[in-house]
């Protein structure tokens, strides 16, 4: 099988490394094409009013000057001789669950893949930092439950255009309580705003941030695996049509 891995962390992410082990307990064939920089947030951006480059760091590894997108996009089109039968994108620092997740660039590179027809799986780690343990191992969940993730969700017939979006909960990895299939939660708020501050000109500028508030939790949502310290599996697709939306619509004499 061959496995094409990118991120939006970055080429030289922690959580890339963690990805390359996951591929690597499954599959000979794995290659690695992922940004350059961080592209955090980027969703399925494309890179149409600048040249992209890349350049190769080593054998079936492949840095990308674009989004996580891009990086799928070059992989098919200018690097790979054959397409892979599997994508997988992250390991992303932090979630990418509820109202984040049309955000995620890690999210993005999968739903691209699916795109052309590529089964892909996009994986996160959420985390949470205490002010006083700033040095603690966020990445011990996917680092020891990673392997046996993967194993366990490729077999699955997800159907084209469907991806899977994996988060590891922020717990210690003895504290994972399994797997769970979940949907899409929804947060209470979910605020973006901006910081402003000063430079050391004197100039101001502003740091783009998120307000988030968890809400209520329900069991059987992304947000709710997270609080039971379970490993959430959300089928997703790029289709955002609202069909109940839809359908009472065409009820309306407006559409008549």
């Known amino acids: 099988m061959r496995i094409l891995l990118t991120n939006d962390d970055g080429i030289d992410a922690e959580g890339l490394q ?3 082990h996951m591929a690597r307990a499954v599959s000979d064939d794995v290659w690695i094409v992922a940004p350059a920089t ?5 969703s399925q951006a494309l890179t149409l009013a600048d040249p992209l ?3 190769k760091l080593s054998d079936q590894r492949f840095a990308v000057s674009g989004t996580p997108a891009d990086c799928v996009t070059m992989a098919l089109n200018a690097i790979m001789d054959t397409p892979p039968d599997l994508v997988l994108s992250g390991v992303n620092i932090g979630f990418n669950i509820a109202d984040d997740i049309p955000y995620s660039g890690t999210v993005g590179a999968a739903l691209h893949a699916a795109g052309y027809g590529i089964r892909a799986i996009a994986f996160s780690q959420a985390y949470q930092y205490l002010s006083q343990d700033r040095e603690r191992d966020i990445w011990t969940a996917a680092r020891v439950h990673g392997v046996d993730t993967l194993k ?22 003895e504290e994972v309580d399994g797997m769970m299939l979940a949907g899409q939660g929804v947060r209470a708020s979910h605020e973006l705003y901006t910081e402003d501050r000063i430079d050391v000109r004197n100039n101001p500028y502003h740091w783009l941030r998120f307000r988030r508030e968890a809400g209520d939790a329900p069991a059987d949502t992304d947000l709710g695996a997270m609080a039971q310290r379970r490993i959430s599996v ?19 004499a407006a559409f008549s």
Request: charged share 20%; net charge negative.
């Open 53 to 55: 480059r890349y350049a």
């Open 18 to 20: 963690i990805l390359e």
């Open 152 to 173: 366990r969700l490729m077999p699955l017939d997800i159907g084209a255009g469907t991806i899977l979006n994996v988060n590891f909960p922020p717990v210690p990895a």
């Open 234 to 252: 959300t089928p997703l697709r790029a289709n955002l049509t609202d069909q109940a939306a839809l359908d009472a619509l065409r009820k309306d």
């Open 38 to 42: 961080e592209q955090s947030g980027q």
